[in-house]
């Protein structure tokens, strides 16, 4: 290999601003929703710069954008990428950070002059955060064929509108079939979105794999009556049945251990009144592990708790599954990759899951895949207070570079 390069900081860091000028909200994190205007307008960025780049772009019909930079023989390309959307409250670097690490990696190899053997090609995925339209991480699952393209153009948003609708508007309705193109090899660069790394003082996670994921909605229907002239004993309190699978969503996860978490991130209640009791809740759940049979365990446990609080409180329940995905395990080869380079820069290194969902996990299915972590001040994500430090935003794009430089030799 070549002398080591390195990213431009100073560029990196003008685009990450540039960019989070897109949707910024008070406090100094971004709203960019999938498929918004502020997703648009982002695009339309992306795309510019990648084209001031000599990359060839490319929208898929999922609206997925491909960068490609040409290699000596025009065969499967190294791929890189992450996304642009973002949630409600977003962060500044989720997503964003491993699309510009990207781009820059693709222009200091420009500065240097280096033509590699394999193309490369810099991916942004449509609606990897799933905020606006579930599931999450949809432009990765059709461009690997897990998901329907016309199932997903008919699914409907927080706002009512339709993915196919929203596509069309925005003008990211790409005419190239998903999967066009094929990678050879995946990397996302990405903010750990967690504590580990910062509470151990190091600078570069090498992720062995993704936890699975088990999503899903309940709707629970008891009856309405007055709060204070109905007995508590006498009581179909859908209300209290949400409260209580909370409690037992916390601590399954506790009595489980390991790398087991649950979260309840939605109750709704209806009709909403202080002195009503609720007909109707509404409860979001999300259970995720690394090891596929204690997820099933946890669900196992979930379910049979379920059914027991429904039939003591009189309630009906009905279970609706929002996204189900396995844990996925990064190819050794991959995550040993990271680690050596890491070394050999000086960078202090070790492996871990990720507990966050992300595009990799599904380009594990179609091409060896890794993933590069790097600290997020205080664990905090999907938070307008995201922050990742410069010298980590650095060390991780270097990481990168060398390694697409050296997957592309």
Same mark, same amino acid.
């Given at each position: 290999m070549t002398d080591r390069l390195h990213i431009n900081l100073d560029r990196l860091q003008r685009r990450l601003a540039q960019f989070n000028a897109i949707g910024a909200l008070p406090g100094g994190g971004t709203c960019r929703l999938a498929l918004s205007d502020e997703d648009r307008q982002g695009r339309d960025l992306l795309v510019q710069w990648m084209r001031e780049l000599g990359l060839s772009v490319t929208i898929d019909a999922i609206g997925n954008i491909f960068g490609v930079r040409a290699?000596?023989?025009?065969i499967a390309p190294v791929m890189v990428g992450s996304h642009i959307d973002t949630v409600g409250t977003g962060g500044r670097y989720d997503g964003l950070y491993g699309v510009l690490a990207g781009l820059e990696a693709l222009e200091?190899?420009?500065?240097?002059?280096?033509?590699?053997?394999?193309?490369? !090609?810099?991916?942004?995925?449509?609606?990897?955060?799933?905020?606006?339209?579930?599931p999450f991480a949809m432009g990765s699952l059709v461009h690997v064929g897990a998901l329907?393209?016309? *199932?997903?153009? @008919?699914?409907?948003?927080?706002?009512? @509108?339709?993915?196919?609708?929203?596509?069309?508007r925005i003008g990211y309705l790409g005419d190239v079939?998903?999967? @066009?193109?094929?990678?050879?090899?995946?990397?996302? %660069?990405? =903010?750990e979105q967690g504590p580990?790394?910062?509470?151990?003082?190091?600078? =570069?996670? !090498?992720?062995?794999?993704?936890?699975?994921?088990?999503?899903?909605?309940?709707? =629970?229907?008891?009856?309405? !009556?007055h709060a204070g002239s109905t007995p508590m004993r006498l009581r179909h309190d859908a209300g209290y049945v949400a409260s209580e699978i909370g409690v037992f969503i916390r601590r399954l996860a506790r009595e489980m251990g390991g790398n087991q978490v649950g979260t309840v991130g939605r109750i709704e209640l209806a009709p909403g009144l202080i002195n009503?009791?609720?007909?109707?809740?509404?409860?979001?759940? *999300? %259970?995720?592990?690394?090891?596929?049979?204690? %997820?099933?365990?946890?669900?196992?446990? /979930?379910?049979?708790?379920?059914?027991? /609080?429904?039939?003591?409180?009189?309630?009906?329940?009905?279970?609706?599954? %929002?996204?189900?995905f396995e844990p996925v395990i990064f190819p050794d080869s991959m995550v040993s990759m990271v680690e050596a380079e890491a070394q050999s820069r000086g960078l202090s290194c070790r492996r871990l899951p990720s507990g966050a969902g992300h595009d990799a996990q599904m380009m594990a299915r179609v091409?060896?895949?890794?993933?590069?972590?790097?600290?997020?001040?205080?664990?905090?994500?999907h938070n307008v207070n995201e922050l990742t430090y410069p010298q980590h935003l650095e060390a991780g794009a270097n990481v990168l570079l060398s390694l697409i430089q050296r997957l592309a030799a």
């Open positions: 290699g000596s023989e025009d200091s190899l420009n500065d240097a002059g280096v033509v590699t053997r394999r193309p490369l !090609a810099l991916a942004a995925f449509t609606n990897e955060e799933g905020s606006r339209f579930s329907a393209l016309e *199932d997903c153009y @008919a699914i409907k948003g927080i706002d009512g @509108a339709t993915v196919g609708d929203e596509l069309r079939t998903p999967g @066009a193109i094929h990678a050879h090899a995946y990397f996302e %660069l990405h =903010i580990v790394l910062e509470a151990e003082g190091l600078t =570069i996670g !090498a992720v062995e794999g993704v936890q699975g994921m088990a999503w899903s909605e309940l709707v =629970i229907e008891g009856q309405s !009556a009503v009791i609720a007909q109707r809740a509404t409860v979001s759940i *999300d %259970l995720r592990n690394t090891d596929e049979a204690l %997820l099933q365990e946890a669900q196992r446990r /979930l379910d049979a708790f379920v059914a027991e /609080l429904a039939a003591r409180e009189g309630v009906t329940v009905t279970a609706r599954s %929002l996204a189900r091409c060896p895949a890794g993933m590069i972590f790097v600290p997020s001040v205080g664990g905090l994500s």
